[in-house]
């Protein structure tokens, strides 16, 4: 979720509300979350429009590097 607003050029929300090619049903979240991601879908979720599973033990996949916040 840091990666792309420089990319975009704006918040991540505002990109996919626009986004009218994109349909959100389910989010998969492996790791643990933080409070800010948790946070950024937490209006959909709430809503209703969207569910979200955490697995936060990872079993398999891949691993990425951290973005510093900074």
């Given at each position: 979720m840091q990666l792309l607003p420089p990319l975009l050029g704006e918040k991540m929300n505002e990109?996919?509300?626009r986004?009218?090619?994109l349909e959100i049903k389910h989010i998969e979240i492996y790791g643990t979350p933080s409070?800010?991601?948790l946070e950024a879908d937490q209006h959909w979720v709430d809503s209703?429009?969207?569910s979200r599973t955490v697995?936060?033990?990872?079993?398999?996949?891949?691993?990425?590097?951290?973005?510093d916040a900074s």
């Open positions: 990109w996919v509300d986004a009218d090619f409070a800010a991601l209703g429009a969207i697995k936060p033990v990872h079993v398999a996949g891949f691993t990425r590097g951290s973005v």
